[in-house]
């Protein structure tokens, strides 16, 4: 059995990246200001909103693994995609593309991880299991945020790091395939 909280903090080492680095990417590549970069960026928070509200409704209906499923194999593409975005990508296929897909998987993955752990929790635990599962998801973020930003150092190579977000999408696939029993996925369904 995996820790959906693991599961959490996996997904934010992959979640929080995609903000920091494609702010970065607009700024020091594509030349944007900073309030360019924060438009460029809100269509795929308004996504990431609505893909989030619209998968707590679906999450009774399908259940938990289609949606991790569907969520990482978003997340996954989308990050290759990114990483190969460059000065001559521009933004609609260099940045928004790949940003609008990354989005819908975090909005798919995202609640969905956070249902599952704390599923199981007894009333009157629900709120601590509920905020162990946050801090795992915050921690996970800071962590990933920490590695990735050394990766990067000065060279402003944005690539490797969504790579990496990438391959963690992947195994977040691989443990809702393999890992997890299928009856936590199906406790909350």
């Known amino acids: 059995m995996c820790s959906p909280s693991g599961a959490n903090s996996a997904a934010a080492l992959a979640r929080w990246r995609r903000w920091y680095f494609t702010s970065l990417h607009l ?10 970069t924060g438009l460029g960026q809100m269509p795929a928070a308004v996504t990431f909103m609505v893909v989030a509200r619209a998968s707590v409704v679906l999450l009774p209906r399908i259940g938990a693994r289609p949606q991790i499923l569907a969520g990482s194999a978003c997340l996954l593409t989308g990050f290759v995609w990114l990483s190969r975005a460059g000065a001559d990508s521009g933004y609609l296929l260099g940045v928004l593309g790949p940003t609008l897909l990354i989005a819908i998987g975090i909005g798919l993955t995202f609640p969905t991880l956070m249902a599952v752990a704390t599923a199981d929790a007894p ?3 629900a709120g601590i299991v509920g905020g162990l599962a946050g801090t795992a998801n915050q921690v996970g973020g ?3 945020l920490a590695i ?8 402003a190579a944005y690539g ?3 790579l990496a977000a990438a391959g963690i999408a992947a195994v977040i696939a691989v443990v809702a395939s393999t890992v997890m029993k299928s009856t936590e996925w199906e406790r909350i369904s």
């Open 123 to 125: 009333d009157g635990d």
């Open 148 to 155: 990735f930003a050394t990766v990067v150092g000065a060279d």
């Open 142 to 144: 800071a962590i990933g």
């Open 27 to 36: 700024q020091n590549v594509l030349g944007y200001s900073a309030l360019r």
């Open 160 to 162: 490797p790091v969504f």
